[in-house]
């Protein structure tokens, strides 16, 4: 539990330092992320199969 309470107090540290960063905006941006690479990564494979 002490590296829990430790990684809750640095992720409260790095929000108040930005604070543009907010819960919401970097799941966004996470999601987005994924999206990106699945679709890179479904492109890639369509590639492969036309070969």
Do not use: C, G
Not at 10 to 35: D, M, Q
Not at 44 to 49: A, E, V
Request: hydrophobic share 40%; glycine share 0%; charged share 20%.
């Amino acid at each position: 539990m002490q590296s829990d309470s430790s990684l809750s107090t640095w992720t409260r540290k790095v929000y108040t330092k930005k604070p543009i960063f907010t819960r919401e905006t970097v799941s966004h941006n996470n999601a987005l992320l994924l999206f990106e690479i699945y679709n890179y990564n479904f492109r890639f494979i369509r590639i492969l199969l036309l070969e």
